[in-house]
């Protein structure tokens, strides 16, 4: 199954995959490239992908390309509203712009982190 993969980690953690993959590319050994999104902080992750947001996610998952005005009335939400979201998604890497409209090509969103409490 196409999934992306989100992530609450830090610059330090990806560059440490980062090299990770790159030593088994260099010792001849095959390294798997899963899609994923890091953020650097729940809060970060939360401000991108509010409710409304991923309700935009979900509707676009295996859909193909949409136009925003199409997505919008999927949503059941406002056209200016929706836009805003998927410019927001876009710049995030969430979903992907193309020539027709907007597309999410993943089939599902997997959440990769712990919550735990402050101490």
């Known amino acids: 199954m196409n999934t992306l993969t989100v992530r609450?980690?830090?610059a330090a953690?990806?560059?440490a995959?980062?090299?990770a993959a790159g030593n088994c590319a260099l010792a001849g050994k095959a390294v798997e490239a899963n899609p994923t999104l890091d953020?650097?902080?729940y809060d970060d992750?939360?401000?991108v992908l509010a409710p409304s947001r991923l309700t935009i996610v979900k509707a676009l998952a295996e859909q193909g390309t949409l136009s925003i005005r199409e997505v919008a009335r999927r949503v059941g939400r406002d056209v200016q509203?929706?836009?805003?979201?998927?410019i927001t998604l876009i710049n995030a890497?969430?979903?992907?712009?193309?020539?027709?409209?907007v597309e999410f090509p993943y089939a599902r969103i997997h959440f990769e982190f712990d919550v735990s409490a402050a101490a």
Do not use: P
């Open 39 to 41: 953020f650097g902080s």
């Open 81 to 86: 509203a929706v836009h805003r979201d998927v």
């Open 13 to 15: 953690d990806a560059k």
């Open 8 to 10: 609450l980690s830090t």
């Open 93 to 101: 890497g969430v979903i992907d712009r193309t020539d027709k409209g």
């Open 45 to 47: 992750m939360h401000r």
């Open 17 to 19: 995959r980062f090299v």
